[in-house]
């Protein structure tokens, strides 16, 4: 993705949040040189990766498959973390019409994906059989805000502001909105996208970044180059 690219998706997603009254923490609008002041009382956005997380996924279409990210909190899965009972992560994510992420399961990571507003959220899951495919004999069990419900594999749930779904270990999913962008929520366990993602068909998670331009906030995966403690 080229730097501009993601600048104009911040910009765009930072409207759209502020119209819903969502409001992202400080840590989201230090610039570059701010950045570059911080020490180590910051560590911790740097290490659990909080902030900005804009990806195509490598499609090189990010209206097709893409997804807006930021990750609010995050916690360190590791046993021996400073604080011991914080297990959970919480993130806002942005679905445009037919914007889809690509299916996927998570290893450890427990789910909700909730729709905080705007159109509906279209989920579709399948289990995962031994091998990693689709299991498209077995129904899908999940809990859709505390009733258990059952779908056939693969069909269409669709979900309306207010609505969540608890997507749990080896449930294959992917999202997209309907009708007209979503706001969409994701209180999970602590959460390592570096090594918990399990893509049916293999995508790059984060993008490979084309500096066209400098950038206006930092994604979680420029840290490393900015913060100097
Ligand atoms: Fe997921």
Not at 14 to 20: H, S
Not at 22 to 35: G, I, M, R, V
Not at 78 to 89: F, G, H, Q, T, V
Not at 140 to 159: H, M, Y
């Amino acid at each position: 993705m080229k730097r501009s690219e993601i600048n104009a998706i911040i910009r765009d997603a930072d409207a759209f949040l502020r119209a819903q009254q969502f409001h992202l923490p400080p840590f989201a609008y230090w610039s570059p040189a701010d950045w570059a002041t911080k020490g180590e009382e910051v560590r911790e956005i740097v290490d659990r990766e909080l902030g900005w997380d804009i990806t195509d996924f490598g499609s090189g279409n990010y209206a097709d498959t893409g997804l807006f990210i930021f990750t609010i909190r995050n916690s360190d899965p590791s046993p021996d973390r400073a604080i011991k009972n914080r297990l959970y992560a919480e993130k806002v994510l942005i679905c445009d019409p037919n914007q889809k992420t690509p299916l996927h399961y998570h290893w450890f990571k427990c789910e909700d994906i909730i729709n905080r507003g705007g159109g509906t959220l279209v989920v579709k899951c399948y289990n995962a059989t031994d091998d990693d495919a689709f299991d498209e004999s077995t129904p899908v069990s999940v809990n859709i805000d505390g009733t258990q419900k059952t779908f056939a594999p693969g069909e269409l749930l669709r979900l309306q502001p207010g609505e969540s779904i608890t997507i749990t270990n080896r449930l294959y999913h992917t999202f997209w909105g309907e009708g007209s962008r979503v706001l969409v929520g994701e209180v999970s366990q602590a959460n390592n996208d570096n090594t918990d993602n399990r893509f049916y068909t293999p995508v790059g998670r984060f993008p490979q970044i084309d500096e066209d331009e400098e950038p206006l906030y930092l994604l979680c995966k420029d840290y490393p180059r900015y913060y100097r403690p």
